[in-house]
């Protein structure tokens, strides 16, 4: 499914009435921001579960778009800040995909570069060990660290996305970082 096939699902007319203004800019969002939205869900999720969620998401800012507030954050946070909590009531099928991903080894041996890449970074395709301590780290560290590695969010709009402060992003950060370092160098040692 596509963010066209998605948008075409939601007339945006047809649900709020006398809103064209508002439907304007929302479908101006939707269109910049979709692919990314959806780039972040599917690497939490996998491809599988990430249209209905990304879907959600943009159903969910539809329904609130008259509850965004421009002085507290930008949409891309915003939109953001809903794809996390979506995910995190996705939160057991997530940690059960880790958890898949840590029993069988991926295939590292894919040609290309852009390939290569697209390969190392995909949720799906995470070396179980990297998949086994990110299943270890609780929801608010994981949320932060993949917002930061997936997402490439700045701490403040982190911040934002999450409802949480600045403060408390860099030390989540911090932990999820140095819980990882410590994992993975075991596993360097004893693997």
């Not at 402060?165 to 004893?190: F, I, M, Q």
């Amino acid at each position: 499914m596509t963010g066209e096939s998605i948008a075409a699902m939601m007339p945006w007319a047809a649900r709020a009435p006398g809103k064209l203004a508002d439907e304007a800019a929302f479908e101006a969002a939707f269109d910049a921001h979709f692919g990314e939205i959806h780039a972040y869900v599917a690497q939490r999720v996998g491809p599988d579960h990430a249209e209905d969620i990304v879907a959600e998401t943009f159903l969910t800012a539809f329904r609130k778009r008259a509850q965004y507030d421009p002085s507290r954050a930008g949409v891309r946070a915003w939109l953001y800040g809903i794809a996390t909590n979506l995910v995190g009531k996705h939160r057991r099928l997530e940690a059960r995909t880790l958890r898949a991903l840590v029993r069988c080894a991926p295939d590292t041996d894919a040609p290309g570069h852009e390939e290569t890449v697209a390969v190392r970074v995909s949720a799906q395709s995470l070396r179980p060990e990297l998949a086994a301590a990110l299943a270890g780290l609780n929801r608010g560290d994981r949320d932060v660290l993949l917002l930061v590695a997936l997402a490439g969010l700045g701490h403040d709009e982190i911040a934002t996305a999450l409802g949480i402060p600045y403060g408390t992003v860099c030390s989540r950060l911090n932990r999820a970082r140095r819980k990882l370092r410590a994992l993975l160098g075991e596993v360097a040692v004893h693997g």
